[in-house]
């Protein structure tokens, strides 16, 4: 009865062990910035939806690239076209808060890519630029690792 019991065991670890496996696959398919290519942001008119020929894992989330050249330049630099923030609204930062940020309303500023909540924020946002930066910087100090749920 015993050697039963332990071969249900065994057979109940192996499946959590399986389910543990695809569980973390399915973590590590994550894109990043809806698709949109980091690289174009500096490099286009207007940001570019990149495309799983050319991605690169970074920081445990897929960043997709219209191109091999634009993977590279990420590859090799991620700092310079991570988004500030995590990718959070520049704003919400600003006064404390982690709302989710579109890539489609962004701005460059000395190379810094920063998105907004929306066009209504970002409005807000641009009246005072530096400020909001500054109060951004200091406050993501705080709550860079606090949950946005939790702020």
Known sequence: MN???LAIAALFSFSTLTTAASADSIANSVVAVQGYDLVSYHTSEKPLQGNGNHLV????VNYLFTTNANKKKFAANP???LPAYGG???YGAAVGKKFIGDPTVWEIVDGQLYFNLDNKVKNIWVRDIPGNIVKANNAWKEIKN???HEL
Do not use: E, L, S, T
């Open 3 to 5: 050697k039963f019991f």
């Open 57 to 60: 894992m970074h920081g445990g």
């Open 79 to 81: 700092a310079k076209y």
């Open 88 to 90: 959070f609204c520049a």
């Open 146 to 148: 606090i949950p946005a």
